[in-house]
C-alpha cells in the first residue's frame, strides 16, 4: 500500500516558477516510476513527467519539456517538480502517482494522490 500526499499548488502570474511537492508512504520498490499528470479544466488527464525511483531515468510530455524539471528525494521519499516559465495552459489540478514501470498511461498507475492546484494568471 502506498499513499501519496501532494501540496505546493497554489496562484502564480505567467512566466513565474513554482515547485510542488508529492510525499509518499509506504512500500516503493527500486523499479518504481514516480509520475506527475495534470487535468486541465475541461480535459482529460495527461502525463507530464515520470522519474525512476532507484536512477536518473526521467521522462517529459512535449508540452514541458525545457520548462519542468522533475526530481526526488528518497531519503524524505518525496518527489517535486520544479515549473519554470509558467503559462495559464498549464493551469491544472496536478497529480502523483506509482507504477511498477514508466509509462505515460494513467491506467499503469496504481496509486494517486488527492491533487494540488496550480492556476496560472495572465
Known amino acids: 500500500q502506498v499513499e501519496l500526499v501532494e501540496s505546493g499548488g497554489g496562484l502564480v502570474q505567467a512566466g513565474g516558477s513554482l515547485r510542488i511537492s508529492c510525499a509518499a508512504s509506504?512500500?516503493?520498490?527500486?523499479?518504481?516510476?514516480i509520475a506527475w499528470f495534470r487535468r486541465r479544466p475541461g480535459k482529460e488527464r495527461e502525463f507530464v513527467a515520470t522519474i525512476s525511483w532507484s536512477d536518473t531515468t526521467t521522462f517529459y510530455a512535449d508540452s514541458v519539456k525545457g520548462r519542468f524539471t522533475i526530481s526526488r528525494d528518497n531519503a524524505k521519499s518525496t518527489v517535486y517538480l520544479q515549473m519554470n516559465s509558467l503559462k495559464p495552459e498549464d493551469t491544472a489540478l496536478y497529480f502523483c502517482?506509482?507504477?511498477?514501470?514508466?509509462?505515460?498511461?494513467?491506467?499503469?498507475?496504481?496509486?494517486w494522490g488527492q491533487g494540488t492546484q496550480v492556476t496560472v494568471s495572465a
Open positions: 502517482a506509482v507504477a511498477s514501470w514508466y509509462a505515460a498511461s494513467p491506467n499503469e498507475y496504481g496509486y
Open positions: 509506504g512500500l516503493i520498490f527500486a523499479n518504481n516510476y
